[in-house]
């Protein structure tokens, strides 16, 4: 049986050392196997596909509460697929939540560039549409929060 050390551990799954070892204190992997001889932490083939989907859900911005019910969920298989879609999902609704909060901020920085476009043009035309439309972006930047 083939094991890795904690830095091909890392380097396979992306997540950092201090990382891995911080998710084996709290529980969220682990225990993980140790070498007899010098005590090293030692991650087999089934700890580096934990640890994948770990980095993924790091990698979208789940917390790590969520991802300790996503860990617990994936123990228990099909009797938690409920639970665990509905886990998904409502991330995946922050994730709009903060996808448009993000729009709304570009749009803002987009209309704000323009109306400074315009007054460095002289325009006075563009530059009264732009400040009307940097006003309505920054409305809509307030809703987003």
């Known amino acids: 049986m083939t094991d890795f050390s904690i830095q091909d551990a ?6 950092s050392e201090p990382t891995l070892r911080y998710y084996e204190d709290i529980g969220l992997i682990g225990p993980v196997g140790r070498d007899a001889s010098s005590g090293h932490r030692r991650y087999r083939e089934g ?18 509460e ?6 617990a969920n994936r123990t228990r298989g099909r009797s938690a697929a409920a639970e665990q879609r509905d886990l998904l999902l409502r991330h995946a609704d922050r994730v709009t939540a903060e996808i448009a909060a993000q729009h709304a901020r ?6 704000k560039a323009a109306l400074w476009d315009a007054r460095d043009r002289g325009d006075t035309a563009a530059e009264a549409e732009a400040t009307r ?13």
């Open 106 to 111: 570009l749009t803002y920085l987009r209309e």
């Open 66 to 71: 969520d991802m300790r019910t996503y860990q």
């Open 47 to 64: 700890d580096l596909d934990e640890l994948q989907a770990l980095a993924c859900l790091r990698a979208v911005g789940m917390s790590i």
């Open 10 to 15: 890392a380097r396979r799954s992306g997540l």
């Open 133 to 145: 439309r940097s006003l309505d972006a920054a409305e809509r930047l307030e809703v987003a929060r």
